[in-house]
């Protein structure tokens, strides 16, 4: 009965320490404040982050039907969805297929909507 309320100890202060920090890289934590926050400054087809995202945006979205969304992390990470019954359906989908591609860095750089139906989207 007395390891209970020490083991109960241990893990509470190991909730909190994880709350003021983030691992990056290597694994080590690095405070929430030391992190250098990059911001995708650009837009258009020129806000497309990476080879694949706009091989399939050109290739594939681009010509989709309409009620469709593209979602991306300044990550890397991106997600597009369309031929939903919605845009909003579209908007959701993506933006989870996205998250969903982006769990390692979803706190940091969160994935956002960047084109709906073909329009761009800005922040």
Sequence with gaps: MVRQPIAIVCVAVAMTSCASSVSIGDGK???EEQLVRYENSFSGLD?????????YYSERYAKAENNKAF????SGAWAARSARTSVEHAITNALVACQTNNKAHESAYPCKIINVNGTWVSE
């Design 71 to 74: 979602a991306q992390s300044v």
């Design 47 to 55: 806000s497309i982050m990476g080879k694949d995202a706009l091989k």
């Design 29 to 31: 934590p690095v405070a």
